[in-house]
T-cell receptor, first 115, second 115 residues
Framework: NAGVTQTPKFQVLKTGQSMTLQCAQDMNHNSMYWYRQDPGMGLRLIYYSASEGTTDKGEVPNGYNVSRLNKREFSLRLESAAPSQTSVYFC??????????????FGDGTRLSIL | AQSVTQLDSQVPVFEEAPVELRCNYSSSVSVYLFWYVQYPNQGLQLLLKYLSGSTLVKGINGFEAEFNKSQTSFHLRKPSVHISDTAEYFCAVRRGSSNTGKLIFGQGTTLQVKP
């Protein structure tokens, strides 16, 4: 049972470099999310995609872009990495329903350090 | 705007003792409430959820939570903890009428179970 798969698991970048974090889910979920986790701040939503072909900003979108490549895949791109983007990034997915009752399923995270 | 406050950043407790992790939320509309657990170097797993109906919700691993609308709280409890319960716990809220599934997370509470 793969669930939500994130790659890579770890990455170190230099300031100004770019990279794309990959996320794929095999649960046929419509909605996908990207969060960042920082100590003492819980998880904060960066971007989400309610369905294939749509994306919207969350709480902290600055410095990031996303692509919903197809129903399975949702990638997060850092165009010019900054030390403030050092964090653990989580991808999640959920079934969509009108009431939003469905829980989100999370990947194991990508630990990103920007030097 | 919605917000979630977890009142304790760390909770140390001895094995087999009871524990309560506190969560308060602010919202002027109906909400759905969730507790997630994060073990070291892993993603988040759903412990339990409150959508409607009985205010006492039972989850996995012997945890339960009680929804209190008048006090806007959703505290997590376990009558007897094990060493394996050592983890970080997150309370999260979703607006009841949301069709985007966006979650607002609390800051997290680290449960440290000592032998």
């Amino acid at each position: 049972n793969a669930g939500v798969t994130q790659t890579p698991k770890f990455q170190v970048l230099k300031t100004g470099q770019s990279m794309t974090l990959q996320c794929a889910q095999d649960m046929n979920h419509n909605s996908m999310y990207w969060y960042r986790q920082d100590p003492g701040m819980g998880l904060r939503l960066i971007y989400y995609s309610a369905s294939e072909g749509t994306t919207d900003k969350g709480e902290v979108p600055n410095g990031y872009n996303v692509s919903r490549l197809n129903k399975r895949e949702f990638s997060l791109r850092l165009e010019s990495a900054a030390p403030s983007q050092t964090s653990v990034y989580f991808c999640a997915s959920s079934t969509s329903d009108r009431e939003g009752r469905q829980p989100q399923h999370f990947g194991d995270g990508t630990r990103l350090s920007i030097l | 705007a919605q917000s979630v406050t977890q009142l304790d950043s760390q909770v140390p407790v001895f094995e087999e003792a009871p524990v309560e992790l506190r969560c308060n939320y602010s919202s002027s509309v109906s909400v759905y409430l969730f507790w997630y657990v994060q073990y070291p170097n892993q993603g988040l797993q759903l412990l339990l959820k409150y959508l409607s109906g009985s205010t006492l919700v039972k989850g996995i691993n012997g945890f339960e939570a009680e929804f209190n609308k008048s006090q806007t709280s959703f505290h997590l409890r376990k009558p007897s903890v094990h060493i394996s319960d050592t983890a970080e716990y997150f309370c999260a809220v979703r607006r009841g009428s949301s069709n985007t599934g966006k979650l607002i997370f609390g800051q997290g509470t680290t449960l440290q179970v000592k032998p």
